[in-house]
Nanobody, 122 residues
Framework: QVQLVESGGGLVQAGGSLRLSCAAS????????MGWYRQAPGKQRELVAS???????YYADSVKGRFTISRNNSKNTVYLQMDSLKPEDTAVYYC????????????????WGQGTQVTVSP
C-alpha cells in the first residue's frame, strides 16, 4: 500500500503559479505511474499529468506548455509545477499512484491522496 499526502494548493490570481507536492509513505521506485488528476465542481475527475517510473510524461492538452510534472525518488515525492494559471484550472487536485502487477492476470492497484484545492481568480 501507499499513502499519499498532497500539499501546495491555494488561491492565486490568473497568470500566477503554484507548485503541488505529493509525498508518498514509501519508495515510489516501484510505482509504475504517478499522476495528478483534478475534479472541478459538477465535472468528472480528469487526468492532468502523469510520469512513469522511467520518466516518461503525459500531459492533458489543456495544460501542455503550462504544467510540468516531476519526481524526486530520493524524497518519495512527485511535483506538479503549474504556471500561467487560468480560472478554468480551478479544481481539487488529487495525486495518484498506480501499481501494476502480473499475477496470472494484470492487476491494477490505484492509491489516492485526499486532494488539495486550487482556486484561480480572474
Amino acid at each position: 500500500q501507499v499513502q499519499l499526502v498532497e500539499s501546495g494548493g491555494g488561491l492565486v490570481q490568473a497568470g500566477g503559479s503554484l507548485r503541488l507536492s505529493c509525498a508518498a509513505s514509501r519508495s515510489i521506485l516501484s510505482v509504475n505511474v504517478m499522476g495528478w488528476y483534478r475534479q472541478a465542481p459538477g465535472k468528472q475527475r480528469e487526468l492532468v499529468a502523469s510520469i512513469t517510473s522511467s520518466g516518461s510524461t503525459y500531459y492533458a492538452d489543456s495544460v501542455k506548455g503550462r504544467f510540468t510534472i516531476s519526481r524526486n525518488n530520493s524524497k518519495n515525492t512527485v511535483y506538479l509545477q503549474m504556471d500561467s494559471l487560468k480560472p478554468e484550472d480551478t479544481a481539487v487536485y488529487y495525486c495518484n499512484a498506480r501499481i501494476l502487477a502480473m499475477t496470472g492476470t494484470l492487476r491494477v492497484s490505484d492509491y489516492w491522496g485526499q486532494g488539495t484545492q486550487v482556486t484561480v481568480s480572474p
